[in-house]
């Protein structure tokens, strides 16, 4: 597993990120996506219908999108996660200090999602307020019981996946050095390669 300053073997090109809910997944993989010119699917948008039910053409949507030379995407949903893991060749773990960022990131979207009526996936809004009292799915208590988990699973992926190379994150000071640092190093080691500069 790489730190934010550990070089990578090689130019990355079908990426993961991976990071509880609030952690700034989808945002950190769009960035990604700019830097390695793959296209940014963001998976929730392929699993979520409306009304929140689970569409159906989830998986063959997945299938079809990793099938492309270059893409980045979120490490979510059980159901993909090994098919992800199988075609990609870079994981990041956005694994931020939860009580300091994370929670408080999870809780102001969830409330300017709700305020404003946000259109998400599908037409998809935020629930009301109340219902973070009665419903254990909520984003935000979903955030608060899953908050080691990949503390588990990333490790077990490692093994699972040994041509996986895995970055840890830990700040978001590491992912702006990450980005500006070994990520463009790697892209610009392949481009000079490619074209024979120096």
Same mark, same amino acid.
Request: aromatic share 8%; charged share 25%.
């Given at each position: 597993?790489?730190? #934010?300053?550990?070089?990578?073997? +090689? ?18 993989? $769009?960035?990604? $996506?700019?830097?390695?010119?793959? !296209? ?11 009304? &929140? ?14 099938? *492309? *030379?270059? @893409?980045?995407?979120? &490490? ?5 996660? !090994?098919?992800?893991? =199988?075609? $990609?060749?870079?994981? %990041? &773990? ?26 998400? @996936? /599908?037409?998809?809004? =935020? ?10 799915? +909520?984003? %935000?208590? @979903? ?8 503390? %588990? ?9 040994? #041509? ?8 978001? /000071?590491?992912?702006?050095? @990450?980005?500006?640092? $070994? ?10 390669? #490619?074209?024979?500069?120096?």
């Amino acid at each position: 597993m790489l730190s #934010h300053d550990g070089a990578l073997p +090689h130019r990355p090109r079908r990426v993961l990120v991976a990071g509880v809910s609030g952690a700034g997944k989808t945002t950190l993989a $769009a960035r990604i $996506a700019v830097i390695t010119g793959g !296209p940014h699917t963001e998976i929730d948008s392929l699993f979520h219908g409306p009304n &929140w039910v689970p569409r159906p053409e989830f998986l063959d949507d997945v299938r079809a999108f990793i099938t *492309a *030379a270059s @893409w980045t995407t979120e &490490w979510q949903y059980g159901a993909a996660r !090994p098919m992800l893991a =199988e075609r $990609a060749d870079l994981l %990041v &773990w956005l694994d931020l200090p939860f009580m300091r960022v994370t929670l408080p990131r999870v809780i102001r979207r969830t409330i300017r999602r709700r305020v404003h009526r946000e259109k998400l @996936w /599908n037409g998809n809004v =935020e629930a009301p307020f109340r219902t973070l009292f009665t419903d254990r799915e +909520h984003i %935000v208590r @979903w955030a608060i019981s899953t908050r080691r988990k990949y503390d %588990v699973l990333v490790p077990l992926l490692e093994l699972e996946y040994p #041509h996986l190379v895995v970055v840890r994150l830990r700040s978001q /000071n590491d992912v702006e050095r @990450w980005l500006a640092g $070994a990520l463009s190093a790697a892209i610009r080691s392949s481009h000079h390669r #490619h074209t024979g500069r120096d």
